[in-house]
């Protein structure tokens, strides 16, 4: 298993010097969530973006990471707002692998324990999946991307 940290929500940090929310270029969240963990988990940071700011080009980079990996399972850190739009391109590239997407709503820096959760479902999730394919993991859910999608009037994603 592989973390892949794009950036996203989850990772956001308050920034004391200009007063905005921004995806810093570390990893700090899933440090402190993995220092808990028994195993180690190989972790890479990859785009440090908010989903957002994504783009094709982006993605190609992401998904030439994944392939030219030995690995065949990932967990990849991302912004909710484009998720799905990266679940779809990563489908269409992957069809040997297992990829879990997860993020969150909330900051880690401000809310512990929606990113806990999410993260923590997704590893637990990876270990026992058998199945290739690419999966969203938010809200308490683990589904095949096309099953479950951001509901942006409610802030949480839903079985569709």
């Known amino acids: ?7 996203g929500t989850f990772n956001k940090r308050y920034n004391e010097l200009n007063g905005h ?8 969240a899933l440090d402190v969530m993995m ?10 940071g990859v785009l440090y973006k908010d989903s957002l700011e994504f783009t ?18 990932f967990i990849i850190i991302h912004g909710t707002d484009t998720m799905e739009l990266t679940a779809e391109f990563l489908e269409t590239v ?9 993020g ?7 809310d512990k324990v929606e990113a806990s959760v999410n ?4 590893v637990g999730y990876a270990k026992c999946c058998k199945q290739n394919g690419v999966y969203i993991c938010m809200n308490g859910e683990i589904l095949p991307y096309k099953e479950l999608s951001k509901n942006r009037s409610l802030g949480k994603f839903e079985i569709v």
């Open 119 to 122: 993260f923590g479902m997704a």
């Open 104 to 110: 969150a709503m909330k900051p880690f820096e401000i």
């Open 21 to 28: 929310m921004e995806v810093p270029f570390d990893n700090d």
């Open 56 to 73: 094709t080009e982006d993605r190609k980079m992401l998904a030439n990471i994944i392939h030219a990996d030995e690995e065949k399972v």
């Open 35 to 44: 220092s808990s963990f028994i195993e180690s988990i190989d972790m890479a």
């Open 94 to 102: 992957f069809d040997d692998r297992i990829i879990i997407l997860t």
């Open 1 to 7: 298993m592989k973390i892949l940290n794009t950036g």
